[in-house]
């Protein structure tokens, strides 16, 4: 539009100067720019009539509208949509510029206008702008990609770089140490991301080596802490065995003892007074054996929780050992509360127990103590206890005694004996000898005798004839001969085995064991379960044993006999029985009283009846044994006179299994070389 305006006003100024020298040539011109133009332009006076125009055609005409006459009454240019001059029914945009008198004088009059067609014109320009801004837009978008690549460059080159190593240095920073870095440039940054990754596999390899580490100590720190654990079990538990009762989980004896000693410690200071009480179950062994040994360890244990929901957290009840319990009351008042306790304790245990299978009553005998009145060390306290236990026994069973300074001395060693035997069994403090008998025809050992043993923990040594009696009278005998015969049959079938055949074991018999009712059952058990060989067993028993009943004794005898057992008479000479009575028994050996033998040498009376009962047995074809042989003319002379077997001191003394064994080995090798050297010497 400006440039129309332009040409418009160029046309006005040299129009107003043509308009002076004529219309033919205003006209003239008008046409002549039109063509160079290529434009519709028209030329009009102040009343808008064409002076002139481009083709001539409208000159004369009026031409006007509201904005050319505007543009003549303030001489101001203007565009309009208006009639084209040169084609009224078409309608093109148009320029009107007014045509000064005086161009150069300000405010000059209006005296006509220029009218100038521009479409051509503005079309032409629109597509000139519109071209322009197609290539200033490429350009911009040049611009853009431009920039883009040099943003993108930059990114790739720094940014991403720098946000990689960021990323990287986080996960490291949370510990994961296998993120690397791929910066892909060779730039500062990316030998900062070499020297990255080399620092994280460092840092990697350091990481696991401390995980390693940390882990092998944790692993150690487990072991020594199981071990410490298992140390501390191990104590614990060797701690509670040594003072406890592992069938009960009563206190032990050695508990027990910690615990009287605090007590004795603590009355003789403060004066006090306190009982020891002594349990022992009555017929306990009856249960045993006839129930198993099962049912006896269940009612031990019902035995122990009973004492102890019986009596008070402040008593100490302990079991010494088989059906041996004991309490101890601190704090004793007088007698009478003494007495209630043990009436407690009566009454709890003859309450009936269940063991599988049965009802069961079982009564107890319960002995008493008092400190300082019976005793004022442990052991005196346990020891009188125990005796007044047995005092209770003594009168009936199932009840409670105080220990009695009244008794005889005699009677409390024999019952401190008794209890002490008792516990013998239990303990293992039996063991058996054997005493090797000489066959006079041979020269060889011919078999031994059986010789209890009792290996008392205090009194050493105890001697047969001193505890055989006692366990005589209490019957504790039967137990334990059957110990001692199972104990020799294994042992003689140990030695067959091992080589040592043909040796005969002897075994003494008591008569309660002789006398009792299961006395063949358990003979026959004892032969089944060691596989002993009947033949190789002698059983040794006294005139009495068969006088006592005969005709019990004549049945038992034969049915040992027909079993293979050997049956020999001990002590021959002592007792009252002719050989005549014996006669009617089974016998096979005869073993000569060695008091007959003592004095063989010196006493006449003496050799007259060895004498006699040597040629007495050989008549009844009685194998014949001399008891107590200690001298060599004691031998030479039973020798002689056709005694079959030897034994005493001067072959050997009682042994024990294993001098026994090799005894009989040394004999048999000497007399082997003797005999060798004797067929020698005769060839
Ligand atoms: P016994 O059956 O007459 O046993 C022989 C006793 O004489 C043994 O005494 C033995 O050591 C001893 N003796 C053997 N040779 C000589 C010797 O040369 N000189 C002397 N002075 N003594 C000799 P021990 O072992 O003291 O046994 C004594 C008694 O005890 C036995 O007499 C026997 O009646 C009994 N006895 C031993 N063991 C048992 C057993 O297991 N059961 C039974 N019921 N009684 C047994
Ligand atoms: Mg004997
Ligand atoms: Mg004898």
Redesign the pocket.
């Known amino acids: 539009m400006l440039e129309a305006k332009h040409v418009a006003t160029a046309l006005a100024h040299t129009g107003r100067d043509l308009s002076g020298t004529g219309a033919p040539l205003l006209q003239q011109y008008i046409a002549k720019m039109g063509v160079m133009f290529d434009r519709d332009i028209l030329i009009v006076d102040r009343h808008g009539v064409v002076m002139a125009d481009t083709n001539g055609a409208a000159v004369g005409s009026t031409y006007t509208n509201p904005d050319i006459e505007m543009t003549m009454l303030d001489g101001t240019a203007r565009v309009f949509i208006g009639p084209d001059p040169s084609e009224p029914r078409a309608t093109s945009k148009q320029v009107v510029v007014p045509l000064q008198d005086n161009p150069s004088e300000h405010g000059s009059p209006t005296v006509g206008a220029i009218v100038l067609e521009y479409s051509g014109l503005y079309d032409a320009l629109m597509q000139e702008a519109k071209r322009s801004s197609y290539v200033t837009g490429f350009v911009a978008a040049v611009m853009v990609l431009l920039g883009c690549t040099v943003a993108i460059r930059t990114t790739r080159s720094i940014v991403w770089p720098l946000e990689e190593l960021q990323t990287a240095v986080t996960a490291i920073a949370a510990e994961n140490y296998g993120r690397r870095v791929n910066l892909q440039t060779k730039n500062e940054l990316g030998r900062l991301g070499t020297a990255f990754n080399k620092m994280a596999e460092d840092l990697g390899r350091g990481r696991a080596a401390l995980i390693d580490h940390v882990a092998d100590l944790a692993q150690a720190n487990v072991l020594l802490e199981d071990g410490m654990k298992r140390q501390k079990e191990d104590a614990d538990r060797i701690q509670y065995l040594a003072y406890h009762d592992n069938l009960t989980s009563l206190p032990n004896r050695a508990m027990f003892g910690v615990a009287l000693s605090q007590s004795l410690n603590y009355g003789k200071r403060y004066e006090g007074r306190f009982a020891v009480f002594f349990i022992d179950l009555d017929r306990f062994k009856q249960v045993n054996d006839t129930l198993g040994h099962e049912a006896g360890d269940l009612l031990l244990k019902e035995v122990a929780l009973r004492l102890r929901q019986t009596l008070r957290a402040s008593d100490t009840v302990a079991r010494l050992g088989g059906d041996e319990f004991v309490v101890l009351m601190p704090d004793l008042k007088d007698d009478t509360h003494a007495e209630t306790v043990a009436r407690k304790i009566l009454g709890a245990i003859s309450r009936p127990f269940s063991v599988p299978g049965q009802e069961l009553r079982v009564t107890c005998s319960v002995g008493i103590s008092r400190f300082p009145n019976d005793g004022t060390d442990e052991q005196t306290l346990m020891k009188n206890a125990d005796i007044a236990m047995y005092q209770a026994k003594e009168s009936g069973k199932n009840g409670s005694a105080f220990y009695s300074a009244e008794r005889n001395v005699n009677s409390f060693e024999r019952l401190a004996l008794e209890s002490s035997l008792r516990r013998a069994v239990e303990r293992d403090e039996l063991l058996l000898h054997y ?1 090797p008998k000489k066959d006079f025809h041979s020269g060889e050992t011919a078999g031994m ?4 043993r009792w290996q008392h923990p205090d009194l050493g040594m105890v ?3 001193q505890f ?1 009696p006692v366990a005589e009278e209490t019957g504790l ?1 039967v137990p334990i ?1 059957k110990w ?1 015969l199972r104990t020799a049959c294994r042992q003689t079938m140990a030695w067959k085995t091992a080589g040592l055949d043909g040796l005969v074991v002897a ?4 008569p309660r ?1 002789f006398s009792d009712e299961n006395f063949l059952e358990d003979v026959l058990a004892i032969l089944s379960e060691t596989g002993m060989d009947p033949r190789l067993l002698e059983l ?1 028993i006294t005139e009495s044993m068969i006088m006592h009943d005969v005709e019990r004794g004549r049945v038992l005898l034969h049915t040992l006999k027909d079993m293979g057992i050997r049956i020999a008479i ?2 021959f000479g002592t007792g009252y029985s002719s050989l005549a009575t014996l006669k009617q028994f089974p016998i096979d050996t005869l073993k000569i009283d ?1 008091s007959f033998i003592r004095d063989l040498e010196t006493d006449a009376e003496d050799r007259g009846l060895t004498e006699a009962i040597i040629s007495m047995a050989k008549t009844l074809r009685l194998h014949l044994v001399a ?4 001298t060599v003319g004691q031998s030479d002379f039973l020798r002689t006179r056709g005694c079959d077997e030897l ?4 072959f050997s ?2 042994v024990p299994a294993a001098e026994f064994e090799s005894f009989v080995k040394i004999r048999r090798t000497m007399l082997g070389h003797t005999i060798s050297a004797l067929a020698l010497q005769n060839a």
Do not use: H, M, Y
């Open positions: 005493q005798e059986v010789l209890l001697a047969p004839t055989i005998i001969g001692v075994v003494n018999l008591s064991q040794e001990d002590d060695r008891e107590g042989v200690e034994q005493g001191f001067l003394k009682p």
